[in-house]
């Protein structure tokens, strides 16, 4: 008895050591809320490198009833299926209290095709979210009609790019007051072609499906919104642009000021080839990925670029740039100098090191405890079955990991971060957003052949939050671009509204900020897309507080988003 | 042109693997008594060569030798795994043998069969300390045995303290760990002991980088490119160095010297894959650059038919494609077709009238001809068009002294020599 006892008190002194106690848990609802998306990509075996990537999930209000919907793209296979038997894509209607409804059907948006990314954006500014899916085969421009409905526009609009694409990250680039978009595209890619070198289709002694090395690689596209007077239509215009003609292996595109210049920059995580950083000069793109150091790792090796976050994560003002790798290579941690050059932190933030035997995806900063600074989350998944037959130190399926930020390094508290982190699957895409406006961010992942996991947060509103809300005006309804900055104890957190993030996937529109025990914000900076600052001072936290352009606050408190739109 | 930044396809285990072959080989007759030496094979003919000689004799371990240790150094590791295998069924006593075997597994990925071939050496020859430095880098390569590559390299400096490449392997060990200091001070024992051990000098200009000292970091990376002028992602990392601290010109200079480098290292895929396009083909001057390229992957590798037929293609699609045309009577020359050559060497300065190499090949073509003055006045040419062209100044004392001009030639060869001593 004497020992149970002792025992006892050693947890409980454990327990309430370091704030251990106070940390919040993740725990997999997909199951009970609903979302039950088994998703399809070709073989089990894995034959061709087409198989493997599939991929995303949006997260966006597309009833605008105030809560945040769940898309989920679908795979398909290379030997088709008869008609009427397709995997679709799904649209989970939120209808609170964690109870999600699939109405993908009845919305027009179960797509059928072998799709990879899903990025929702308000390109015709009707104040509506569209989606726009990223594809193998042609990509689809879905226009929410604003009565549950969704139609595919994509060949009306002329983005109906018909071969192998990852993403799309939206922003007004040219700050012309309405979202053009970067499209990532992957492979140039034919079942049939087999590359001259046998090693591009062996990976450590075993034998796997072929590329993407030694395949031709798809260039990436730049779509300009001509805006309404041509019926929103979009021009490729990629030369215009000065977007290079790489034939790189792109997977996953984020927009954001890289350069603290005041436009959008754009990033990209290329499979096996450089990844590529354009600064924009208001609609001029210049690739400055090998001097901003970008490009390679620390040591200048190409890496398998997957995933991609950018968030200020040691708040020194400035963005830095996140980046899921290959196994046994280390993901990378790009610290910006303010200049939008770049120190390769992979190793002193110990994330490099965390990351060598897993691969991978999606991924994203986000505050998962409320306490004021930008945590991380990595899904991770291999590409190859076969790994599980060798001993080669990882797995198919593999546990994502949850970075905790302790003052600008990162510590994987995964294992004690509830049972959803315990979760083992092939992850692809992972999207964060506050599913049951609670005030914490949740997590939902895309698995390959699998069902979703639906991450919701248990115990991350213990801290105080604030979440702000942009309504933009012109072409640009969700004030994409627009950066909010702010402020509690001098310490100051900067977000960007982003369309496209993470692995093929989107994040919640609505910007998330820990205020730790401050239960306001000293004052909060919005600098919207064109520029423009506006500032509230003493904004009192825990709640949803809705900021228009031009008109301050206009709204607080989570609920149907204010019909304030044009 | 595309893809013009890729430096190579190595993954993070194949780098590792990488530095400890070649930084291995360079250990050779390194070892105090007690140690095992590992024998570097003499290998003064071409692979062909070998390959013949294997198949006249296919058990003779010399051959064996020769032949594994240029599969592995073309990085043709399959082929290497095959015949080291061969030779250690055939000398299964020699260590060497074992070890070679080792390295060429571990470039296959074949991790647990390398390990095993490598402790065979071990059991053959206990003192053979650059088994221990390969174990160690097997053991560090995948994240997970730190502890075990540190205890390794550490058995391994017991019987080779004075190794810089021990050194080195156990910096780059702690490296992988994230131990910086300590990481710092064995890199520098190992520049202390080989000054000129360019892995050592980039190690430690990428802890001092982790360590956020950018002067310092730069000062490694200078060093490291003074060892080693190839040492291709020193220019990139001290590229971004300046332009970071604000030398944006030497630091696009840095990037410049990167991309030149990385060129010469794409390989054969990457260009086939831009001539493979079938949905949107390659532009035609795109066709002829990738061409030419894949030509430039083939000659390196001394696989002349090959490089060959790639420059042809590229002159077929450009037909005053001067450097084509210089590389395809290049080849016929190095295969001693020297009237085959000419033709393809003048229509080259045709085509780009100051091209001073091929005024030089020219001079070297007409050498090979018998035809003297036109070798003097193609090296005058090429002279005049660039002056520090110690092998054409050269070639013009070889000249004039087939043509009777002895002491001019002479003096001209002192110039070359005296030139090539400033140089």
Redesign the interface.
Known sequence: MWFVLVAIWVLAGCEGDGGEAARPSFVDVAAEAGVHLRTVSGTPQKEHIVECNTGGTALLDYDLDGDVDIFIVNGSRIAGYTLGREPRAELYRNDGAWRFTGVGREAGVAHVGWGMGATAADYNADGWPDLYLANYGPNALYENEGDGTFVNVAAERGVDFS?WSSSAAFGDYDLDGDLDFYLANYI?F?PA?R???PS?CT???IDVFCGP?????E?DQFYRNDGPSTGWTFAEASAAFGI?????YGFAALAGDWDEDGDLDIYIAND???NVLYRNDRGAFADV?????T??S?????Q?GMGLAGGDYDQDGDFDLFVTN?S???NSLYDN?GRG????AS??S?L??AS??SLGWGTGFFDYDNDGDDDLFVANGHVYPAVDHR????RYVQRNHLFENRDGAFFEVGTASGSGLAVEKSSRGSAFGDLDNDGDLDIVVVNIDDTPTVLRNDGGNRHNYLMVRLLGDGGNTDAIGARVSVSVGGAVQMREVRAGTSYLSQDDLRLHFGLGAATEADYLVVRWPDGVEERLDGVAGNRLITIQRGAGLVAEGFGPVPRLRP | M??A?????????L?VVWIGLVALLGEIGCGSPERHVLKKPATPQPLAFYQDAHEQNPTDPEILLALGWLYLQKDRTRHAVAVLSELVAIAPDDADAHYYLGVALAK?????EAIAALQRALEKAPGFAEVYWALALLYN????GYEKALATVEEGLQLAGQSGYGHFVLGFVLC???DNENAKTALLKAIELDPDLAHAH?YLA?VY????DDQRAMAAMEQTIAADPGY??????L??LY??TGH?AE??RM?EL??QLSSATM????Y???L?????PLAVDKQVATHFNLGLVYLRRKELAAALEQFEAALALDSTYAEASHNIGVIYSLQDQHATARPFLLRAVRHKPDYALAFENIGNNSLALGEYAEAVAAFRRALALDGSMVSALDGLGTALIQQGHVAEGRTARAEAAALRAQQ
């Open positions: 071969g140039d034919d072609f590359p001259v070198d591009y990976w450590r002694g090395r030694g395949m031709p690689g260039r290079a003609d790489y034939e790189y096996s080839t450089p990925s090998l001097l901003s150091a490009a390679y620390e040591d200048g090796r190409e398998g290959f046994h290579d280390n100098n050059f770049f120190t390769d190793f002193s110990a490099g090191r060598i035997s001993d080669l130190g990882t | 595309p893809g930044l890729l430096p190579n396809n190595m993954d993070m285990r780098a296959e990925h074949r991790k647990s390569e995948r994240g997970d992988s760990r994230g980039y990428l980088l982790r360590l956020q291709t992602s020193a220019y990139y990392s590229g971004t332009a970071r944006d630091g696009a990037i990167f991309q390989d054969e895929d990457h086939r894959r831009l493979y396009r079938q949905a949107v």
